[in-house]
């Protein structure tokens, strides 16, 4: 490795090692007393940042010996992936779940509610309106089928539950075809949709067997509201392209400063927010760093591009993929951040190649004759002449040609001072010499 490359190669150590250090910040806060209710909000949009709380607070609450976890939903809905994994955990559940609707659980909010072993809604508010986006067969017949085998499985009627989804699914005296099902609270207990109503969470409670126990709420900690917030769709292709972006201007561009730093700290960002959510493990962001290491291996070490770059390239993209719930939406955003990464590097190029920094890289004067550089005249006449060295060629030096002092170079061997020298040939102001012996000179 070159003497330069030793600065800018520890700036990339040092910068990396923020990815382990946010990495490391981002973690849940510590476990809460035994016993008692534990109360899970679900509150605003579905994302992976609330999946990520409602696993924690649900292996909290069977850590803990909790008597139940009551869900207070009140949500548009959200992401059905973060939903589906919600729904996963609960019905995972070793602990009684209760789900009260305060206001309204839409959309993925249902499918949350109707994986509760009891549901309560309260005066007013509704369920239902889960008809996915986009609005495709494929979409719409897997979503379908997830909401019917949770209520079902929960011993609700699934035909209510899949008119919430499909608008060709039509039940008389309750919703018409080409209607997506939207329950209100006095509907939903009519046909036993849901267990009963209450008007608060005290009587939820007390009218379950509860009242009497001790209530402890879990609120989600700063990472994982952070996390929410990271995992969202377009945050996390803003984190890919500023991390591709900010580690290829690095490359370009002597040193190791701003960009890469950002480019380190957005992609440590990315990763970190899907540990949280438990999108990606560390083996996932383990994958990441080696693939980061091979490649500062062939930028710094290894001369060209070749295995250590593929495999570091290759590393670096599987990991991102691996961290994403389906491989297809992990190839999705990896091409969109690729694609959007090349604009943003061509827009930056035309600054880059403007910078002093560059300029000190690339010779930028133009050697024409307008600017009054001549070539010099072909020595091609000197082909074949005799001479002498006036200093030893190692293998270049200076030879006297006709009382005319010429730069020279041997074909590759040592010739002494003051050896007798022949011209063998002349490659643009390159004269090629050899040594000529006592024989050539007499004849």
Known sequence: MAAGSYPRFFGVVRSTMVILLLMGLLSPGPLLAAGGVRVVPINGTIEWGLAGFVRRAVDE??????????LEINTFGGRVDAATEIRDTLLACKVPVIAFVTERAWSAGALIAMASQHLVMAPGASIGAAEPRPAEEKTISAVRAEFAATAQGQGRDPRVAAAMVDKDISIEGLVKEGKILTLSATQAEEIGFIDFIARNRQETLERLGYGKEGVV???????ERAAGF???????????????????IEILTPGFGVPGTIGLIS???????????????????????????????????????GVAGILGLAAIFGSIVLSYAT??????????????????IALAWRYIRHTTAWQRLVLSTSLDRESGYVAPPSRADLVGKMGKALTPLRPSGIVEIEGERVDAVTEGGFVTKDTPVQVLSVEGTRIIVRPVGPDELMA
Request: glycine share 12%.
């Open 61 to 70: 609450a069977v850590g803990q010996n909790a008597s139940a976890i009551l």
């Open 267 to 305: 992609l440590a960002l990315f990763f970190g927010g899907r540990m949280v959510t438990g999108l990606a493990g560390w083996e996932v962001a383990t994958l990441f760093v080696a693939g980061i290491v091979l490649l500062l291996v062939e930028v710094f070490v290894i001369p060209g591009f």
């Open 327 to 344: 491989a297809e939406a992990g190839l999705v955003s990896l091409g969109i951040a690729l694609g959007a990464t090349v604009v943003v």
């Open 230 to 248: 990271l995992t969202e769709p377009v945050v996390s292709s803003l984190l890919l392209i500023l991390g591709f972006a900010g580690l290829i």
């Open 217 to 223: 709420e879990t609120r989600p900690t700063w990472a």
